[in-house]
């Protein structure tokens, strides 16, 4: 279970029972229909709380950028931050928004245009169970050995 507690300054602290690898995996499924339901929620101005996500060990990730703190109200609309996989659910949705925008090397795993994303099943299946780091990215060794020799054809660099 997760313990949450609101703090004074109207953020919420989520304390979980195990480090950030520790996190389940989630249906592959699931990361799409969060990355919908976030994107909805966010055009609908329904933002969130900023979060403070405690792990055991000691390790905290802060949420509080706008856009994060947007994601994960939806993610606790959406899936519930009662349960670790609610969580794990939000930070892997969290975890691919930031590689995607960073990582060059995942060109081609997916698309972005006028009508939303279009992610090919290697990454959300990869995204889904791939261990996240001390500061909730997914490890980025793993993620790309989960990915290897998965690029589709035409994305494939000369």
Do not use: N, Y
Not at 35 to 63: D, K, S, V
Not at 115 to 125: I, M
């Amino acid at each position: 279970m997760v313990r949450t507690i609101a703090l004074p300054s109207g953020a919420l602290r989520h304390e979980l029972p195990v480090a950030p690898a520790g996190l389940p995996a989630v249906p592959p499924a699931a990361l799409e229909i969060a990355w919908a339901c976030a994107r909805e929620a966010a055009e609908a101005g329904l933002w969130g709380p900023a979060r403070l996500i405690a792990f055991a060990g000691g390790e905290e990730i802060a949420l509080t950028d706008p856009d994060a703190a947007a994601w994960a109200e939806a993610m606790a609309r959406h899936a519930g931050f009662e349960t670790l996989a609610g969580l794990a659910l939000c930070l892997r949705l969290l975890a691919l928004v930031e590689v995607m925008g960073r990582a060059a090397w995942l060109r081609g795993h997916f698309t972005l245009g006028a009508e939303g994303v279009s992610f090919h099943p290697a990454l959300l299946a990869a995204a889904a169970r791939a261990p996240l780091d001390a500061t909730g990215r997914f490890e980025e060794s793993a993620l790309r050995a989960m990915l290897q020799g998965m690029l589709p054809r035409a994305a494939t660099p000369a």
